[in-house]
């Protein structure tokens, strides 16, 4: 059974709303690694936090914001 016209535009649209989602998320983490002093960062430098967040989508900006900074 083929898909109507329809059926995939309002896939490609969710499909771009989720990553829309996805790539405002990590923009807010990267911007607050970078704000954050670095004496705020717990179990990881600045670097490494940067890395598991740009790695890891979206997971590594979860796992930053509950247990990367000390807030």
């Known amino acids: ?3 109507t ?4 535009t309002a ?5 771009a709303a989720i990553i829309a989602i996805i790539v405002r998320f990590e923009r ?3 911007a607050d ?6 004496r705020q ?3 990881f430098t ?8 740009i790695f890891v989508i ?7 914001l509950l247990y990367g900074r000390d807030r």
């Open 1 to 3: 059974m083929k898909p």
């Open 5 to 8: 016209p329809l059926e995939v």
């Open 11 to 15: 896939i490609v649209l969710l499909i």
């Open 28 to 30: 807010f983490c990267l």
């Open 33 to 38: 690694i970078a704000q954050t002093d670095d």
């Open 41 to 43: 960062f717990r179990y």
């Open 46 to 53: 600045r670097q490494g936090w940067i890395a598991l967040t």
């Open 58 to 64: 979206p997971f590594g900006g979860v796992v930053y």
